[in-house]
Structure formats: structure tokens, C-alpha cells
């Protein structure tokens, strides 16, 4: 699943979370997303910023959610995961035996995920965050390849906690 399709997808809770956290935590990465899609509508950035801020989080999802803006959401999302959410990587990727910095950041990649403790890491997941962050993530990791896992790719489609499909 594209970047642009998690933001038409996700559950409104998500969406509002990712783009809250941008707006306070990652002011630059923010103002740069938004002068990027207003340059994108051949708009000026204040036009945006402006706005209220509820006004200005809805033009976002909107302007995200638009293929052309694919790689601006796919920014912003790893930047969500990786700096909000460094622990539930780490865990995931723990429970599938994945060697990584520490950090979660990954430089190889195996070709196969073990089913059972696939099924381990999605469970612990859902169990310790909410089901839009786990879902985006699992969306996301799957995206990690260019053909994403088979194993991964039918969590994705049967899983019912699965909230972004």
C-alpha cells in the first residue's frame, strides 16, 4: 500500500496523531511538508499556515492522500514511525529476529518472515498500540521491499485488527 493510500484510509484518530505530532514535535519536517504541497497546488505556504489549525491538519490529509504527494507522505510517515514510535519498530522487529541499530533501522532485510513469529510481533503489536499506529506500521514495513513479504501481505489482508487496508 502506497503512502498516499494510508492517509485516504486510516482512521481519522491516526491521521490527527500523525499530523499533531508533526505540527509540535517536527516543526521543521512540517513547514517543509507544507511548503512542498502548496508548491505542489502552485500555492504560496502562507496561504496554509494561515489557516486555523484544524483548517490547515484537514488541507493537509487531503493534499496527502493525493498520489502526486506520494513521496511527502511517505517522508512524513517514516519520520512519525521512526521518531514517535522507535519502540514498537524495535519490538517488531525483535520478535522476528531482525538485526538492527538499535534504533530500529534495518540494513538487510531477509527475503522470508517466519510465519509464527510474524504472527508473535503483529500480535504484541496490537496488543500495545493503538490499531491505527499498528496497522500503519505493519502497511508501511510491508512497503520496506518491493514486493513485500507473502507471509506479511496475507496479515494484511486477514487480519481483522487490520484498520488501513
Known amino acids: 500500500m502506497k503512502s498516499y493510500t494510508i492517509f485516504q484510509q486510516a482512521d481519522e484518530e491516526t491521521i490527527n496523531d500523525i499530523l499533531d505530532w508533526m505540527r509540535n514535535q517536527e516543526r521543521g519536517v512540517y513547514r517543509a511538508a507544507v511548503r512542498e504541497l502548496a508548491?505542489?497546488?502552485k500555492l504560496r505556504p502562507q496561504f496554509v499556515q494561515q489557516k486555523p489549525v484544524a483548517d490547515q491538519l484537514a488541507w493537509l490529509q487531503k493534499m496527502l492522500s493525493w498520489k502526486p504527494a506520494g513521496d511527502i507522505a511517505d517522508h512524513l510517515l517514516q519520520v512519525w514511525l521512526l521518531r514517535k514510535h522507535e519502540p514498537m519498530l524495535v519490538d517488531f522487529i525483535n520478535t522476528l529476529g531482525i538485526e538492527h541499530n538499535g534504533h530500529g533501522v534495518?540494513?538487510?532485510?531477509p527475503t522470508v518472515l517466519d510465519p509464527e513469529k510474524l504472527g508473535l510481533a503483529v500480535?504484541?503489536?496490537f496488543e500495545k498500540y493503538p490499531a491505527g499506529v499498528a496497522s500503519t506500521y505493519l502497511q508501511m514495513f510491508q512497503n520496506q521491499t518491493p514486493e513485500g513479504w507473502e507471509a506479511l501481505d496475507?496479515?494484511?489482508?486477514?487480519d481483522p485488527r487490520i484498520t488501513v487496508r
Open 39 to 41: 508548491a505542489l497546488k
Open 106 to 109: 534495518v540494513d538487510d532485510l
Open 123 to 125: 500480535d504484541q503489536l
Open 154 to 158: 496475507y496479515v494484511l489482508q486477514n
